[in-house]
């Protein structure tokens, strides 16, 4: 059964920062784009970074130079090193994994709604809150 867990959300104050994990089980991680997503409160969820099986990565211009995401594909884990908190950053985030051509395309021409939707396999979320 495809599993995905996420943990290291918490509170944490403006500037501060967190680590998120996703470990993954199953048969989805090796070939899968792995991806951060988030969703604040009264607001639809948005991709924020992605990293292919191959280690490309690339991020939404609002966490730009403030975020990283890394993955360990003998762990099947993957990560999202957040620095510089800012209060809009407070949302669940959700670890999700996806392939395929339609998905490689979307995020290429940085379509980053219509990319969000493709991803196939979803954790459970964990809530990040930064308080100003």
């Known amino acids: 059964q495809v599993q995905l867990v996420e943990s290291g959300g918490g509170l944490v104050q403006a500037g501060g920062s967190l680590r998120l994990s996703c470990a993954a089980s199953g048969n989805i991680f090796g070939p899968n784009t792995m991806g951060w997503h988030r969703q604040a409160p009264g607001k639809q969820r948005e991709l924020v970074a992605f990293?292919?099986?191959?280690?490309?990565?690339n991020y939404v211009d609002s966490v730009k130079g403030r975020f990283t995401i890394s993955r360990d594909n003998a762990k099947r884990m993957v990560y999202l090193q957040m620095n510089s908190l800012k209060p809009e950053d407070t949302a669940v985030y959700y670890c999700?994994?996806?392939?395929?051509?339609?998905?490689?395309?979307?995020?290429?021409?940085?379509?980053?709604?219509?990319?969000?939707?493709?991803?196939?396999?979803w954790g459970q979320g964990t809530l990040v809150t930064v308080s100003a």
């Open positions: 999700a994994g996806g392939r395929g051509e339609e998905l490689n395309v979307l995020l290429h021409l940085r379509l980053w709604m219509l990319a969000d939707a493709q991803f196939d396999y």
């Open positions: 990293i292919t099986s191959g280690g490309y990565s």
